[in-house]
């Protein structure tokens, strides 16, 4: 399957480019024609041309999750940078099916991880520190059943919550899962546009923070902007959806920018003061 995968990766190199085509048109080309409104809300959201934003989540907590996933785009579970358990973050999402979009932060590429993300009912995976077009191309291939990748099907509340009200679990989920890979370090800037291109990522993510801790450019600096620039370049050319970590770009450059790590809930809601509990990552910590 890696190599069909990498191949396919290839063919969409040698491709087109995005011409005056809108943002994500690639991901709206591997969609095809008429279909139904994804219940990934978050992934309608950006197919429909808007920004999405989360709230990090990085202790168990299943009433602050069911207070405040409904006015959010999606929520954003930090199992990098956090000690939660599967099982934690599959309570939570199990305390109220259906009421927002919950996405995963993985710590690593491998089979094991992405399976358990998939099986509790995540419908986002966020690929921290991609460097290369194999790490993003596991990514991929273990989100998807086959023939986009090579998902094994098994027993989790997945199929239970998303396969509801007469909608068949195993035939929408590649559609609705969300790819999302951040570029954090140099390398991975060199080689922004060879892993915007592999088929089956979605959005391309600048982490704002990570790129200064691995450059050692201050946000200030000059050459941190090239480096976002490129990623802004490739990710566009690509045809894929863009995101950077810090809300602050959505108004800086609203056209370009699409996916944010945390910012403002959609409806005005206010999450409520729970000693820090609503964000392991934190507001002020952008990863």
């Not at 990090?56 to 009433?63: G, I, T, V």
């Not at 199929?159 to 590649?174: D, E, F, L, P």
């Not at 490739?234 to 959505?250: D, I, R, S, W």
Request: glycine letters at 10%.
């Amino acid at each position: 399957m890696l190599p069909a995968i990498l191949a396919a990766a290839v063919v969409c190199l040698q491709g087109q480019t995005a011409g005056n085509q809108s943002q994500g048109w690639a991901v709206r080309a591997a969609l095809g024609g008429s279909r139904p409104p994804l219940y990934n809300k978050a992934k309608q959201k950006l197919l429909d041309g808007k920004q999405i934003f989360s709230i990090a989540l990085s202790r168990r907590d299943p009433e602050l999750y069911c207070q405040v996933a409904p006015h959010y785009d999606y929520v954003w579970f930090e199992m990098q940078h956090s000690t939660m358990s599967y099982a934690d973050v599959e309570a939570m999402i199990a305390a109220c099916p259906r009421v927002g979009t919950p996405m995963i932060r993985v710590p690593d590429e491998l089979e094991s991880t992405i399976q358990k993300a998939t099986d509790i009912g995540a419908l986002g995976i966020i690929m921290p520190t991609v460097d290369t077009v194999e790490k993003a191309v596991a990514t991929v291939k273990y989100s998807k059943f086959p023939p986009e990748g090579r998902r094994s099907q098994g027993a989790g509340q997945a199929t239970s919550i998303w396969g509801a009200n007469g909608v068949n679990y195993r035939q929408t989920i590649n559609d609705n899962i969300l790819v999302i890979a951040m570029i954090e370090t140099p390398e991975g800037v060199k080689k922004a546009l060879d892993i915007a291109r592999v088929p089956g990522v979605d959005v391309i993510m600048g982490a704002n923070t990570d790129l200064t801790n691995f450059s050692g450019f201050p946000p200030s600096d000059p050459r941190y902007h090239a480096l976002f620039t490129q990623i802004r370049d490739a990710t566009l050319k690509a045809g894929k959806f863009l995101g950077a970590t810090t809300p602050n770009y959505a108004s800086t450059d609203a056209a370009d920018f699409r996916v944010f790590y945390t910012g403002p809930s959609f409806d005005g809601y206010q999450p409520p003061g729970r000693g820090g509990r609503q964000g392991g990552a934190g507001r002020g910590n952008q990863p």
